[in-house]
Structures are given as C-alpha cells and as structure tokens.
C-alpha cells in the first residue's frame, strides 16, 4: 500500500506563529509556549458521546493541552486510510513517571473512541504512526495519561473529503 | 483480494547498537470490516477487526494495544523500544473472532 504523505501541519502552524509574531511586534506578548497554544484554534465542546468517553477515561482531571504533539494531515482525501502521528517529546519516560496510555478520540466517527495505546518506560520514547479510518471532516484528540495521573492533550481539525466509515 | 489474512512482518533496523531506541514497524493483513458496508448483493459485511495488540520483548511486555475497525485496513503501526537486551521481539494480534496471529524478530545487536 503506497505511503500517504502527512502534510506537515506543525510546520505550517510554526510558520502562522512566525507570520504572527511580526504583525504583534510592539503589542503586548506572552511567552511563547503560551503564545503557541493560543494561536492553535480551540476544538470544538465535545459531544455527549466523547464528553461520557472523556468522562470515562478521566474522570474529573482536568485535560491539558500541552506536551502531546498530534500530527495528521489538514485534509484528508481519502478516509478510509489517514495518517496520525502521535509524540510527546516532553514527557519523562522513567520507571517513576512515565506515559502510561495514549487515546485516540475521533469526534464524529461511529465510535469515537479509536484507538488505546497502553505503553511502558521499555519504549524509550513516545511515538506512535498509524492510519485511521474518518468518516466526515471533525476533530480528532490526542490524550495521553501518565503513571502519575496527568492527563494532557493535542487536537487536530481534519477535513474528510471521502467518508471512510460507510 | 487480500495475500492472507494474518501474514505479518515486523521490520527492525538491521543494525543495533545496545541502549539504541529503535523504530519497530509491524503490519498484519486484515481486512478491518467495520460491519457498516454491504457487499455488492446488499449482504452486509460483518466487523471482522483486529482489537487487541500485544508486544512482548525477551519475554517483557513493553506495549499493549487496543483498536477498533476505525483502524485502517491491513494495519500498520510504528512505535520505538529502548533495545537494551538481545532476544526475541513477538507481536501477537487478535481479532474479533479470537484468531491470533503472531510474528517474531531476532533482536540482536551489531558486533562492529
């Protein structure tokens, strides 16, 4: 099966940030980690449907966004084969505090919640690439759970041109 | 149209160096049928999915996996593993029906 090139969204919002930066130059500037966040569109409220999901998994943790880098591609053509990357280059994976799961969560498919991904510290890092299946355009959520109870987060709006759900 | 369902490959870096973190790519055939589409006589297609994934490395379970038919057809998977002891790399996948499919590599590490 050829490999579906993954667009490369996080450099594209890097690049926003860039645009962005130089037109607020002499505005008012909070740090850039913050800045970064800022700039990446809120989605949407969760339906009922990912909100009891969300509920289920993490109770009443606050969901972070931070840390977790979902990567996948702004349109996708195809839905029935969409690629995710999944990272957390900042989170520690030693034996005391590590990533422990890893939820995929697509809003408007059939069953929303996708995919888990149970991981230990033996995987060095986390990094994970797979290809889903998406049935309209929606927001996808990346979430990942540490040993010690953190909960943080990364979402991506993908546009679905071909329903790959039936 | 599919070569088998359940032939599988594991694909590591053909050299290793121990403590690396190596990728480790796997796909496994399978047809991934959601259970929402018919067949072209109007026979729906029941799900018939992987939904569990076990990693077993030198006898240690590093990774479990758990999916639905939202994974793609034919699925494939990427992640890393700190390679810091030789020994057999087993991935087991599991399907709806209980078949279970298992593929094996040699972990071992480059003498130069």
Redesign the interface.
Known sequence: MPRVPVEPRREFLKQGLAIGLAAAVGRSLRPGPLLAASLDPDPEVPNAQVAQILKDLFGDRPIRRGQVLLDMPVVAEDGRVVPVIIEAPGLPMTAENYVKAVHLIVDHNPDPHLAAFDVTPAVGKLSLQFRIKMKRTTWVRAIVETSTGEVWADYARVSVSLNGCG | MYATVGDARIRVPARIQQGD?I?VHAIVQHPMD?G??RSADGEPIPAYFIQDVTVV?AG???????????????????????ADREGPLTIRWIDNKGAVFEQTAPIAFSTT
């Open positions: 973190i990728p959601t929402f589409f490395y240690q379970q590093v990774a479990h996996f758990r999916w639905t038919s939202g994974i793609s057809r034919d699925p494939v998977v990427t992640f890393t593993l700190i």
